[in-house]
């Protein structure tokens, strides 16, 4: 970042590995950021010059920063938030990772399963803005059993959240138990359109974002190879296009 050159200043928080600029919002909206001692409002923008403080602490950026890319079996119990003060049960501290790294999205506290962490604020902003073009892949065990009605229920759209979900791809692969790809991200998402189809659901796991598959024990993490981040950046780039097309 140039010293004279201005950036909002949730993109300032991205782009020296701090937070996403979601979680940048929140700090301003919630009266935690500083620009030079005065209280930032949404939209401010800064530059090398200027002094930003979070809660006090000064926020330094950092040209030189190696981004960290992380994938993560992340157990039931655990919240995918950055909010340290206010929920003890955090992902952040979970990890414990030298580094201050972030969730790329969210799965809900009583899911299991894989979640991308990452200290690149602009590829979650990136992935976020290119949600429905990603595929995440689930695997659902019901406490009813399932038929193929329920299947076909799924799969065409359910009715939640004042809106309709996507027509997706859902197999059934036992009395109670199915599988799901989901190119959306609403808010407990997959339990909600399970309680609309009749049922309920009593195990989540999440076992693929994109092409990244789980392969690391729950509570576990491991860096994603420069293979695997090639492969997201090229399907980032098809997205950004398709989207302006």
């Given amino acids: 970042m140039e010293e004279k050159k201005l950036v909002r200043i949730n993109k300032f928080f991205s782009e020296v590995g701090h937070s996403s600029r979601r979680a940048a919002d929140k700090y301003v909206q919630e009266g935690r950021v500083t620009i030079n001692g005065v209280k930032a409002e949404m ?47 955090n992902i952040v501290d979970y990890i414990n990772y030298p580094e201050r790294i972030f969730p790329i999205g969210r799965l809900d506290k009583d899911s299991q399963g894989l979640i991308l962490m990452t200290s690149d604020g602009d590829i979650v902003n990136q992935i976020l803005r290119s949600d429905n073009e990603n595929e995440k892949e689930y695997m659902v065990y019901t406490k009813e059993p399932i038929n193929q009605k329920f299947i076909n229920k799924m799969s065409n759209g359910v009715p939640i959240l004042d809106t309709v979900t996507k027509k997706c791809f859902v197999e059934q692969l036992g009395e109670k138990q199915f599988r799901i790809i989901l190119t959306q991200g609403l808010n407990r998402q997959i339990r909600r359109m399970t309680e609309y189809c009749g049922n309920k659901v009593v195990k989540l796991e999440r076992y693929r974002i994109m092409n990244i598959e789980l392969d690391v024990p729950l509570g576990k993490y491991r860096e994603l190879t420069p293979a695997e981040m090639k492969e997201i950046r090229r399907r980032l780039a098809g997205a950004s296009k398709t989207s302006k097309s």
């Fill in 43 to 89: 939209g401010s923008k800064v530059s090398m010059n200027d002094e930003v403080r979070l809660d006090g602490k000064l926020i330094t950026p950092n040209d030189e920063v190696q981004h960290v890319y992380l994938a993560f079996n992340k157990p039931r119990g655990i919240v995918c938030t950055t909010d340290t003060r206010r929920e003890k049960n």
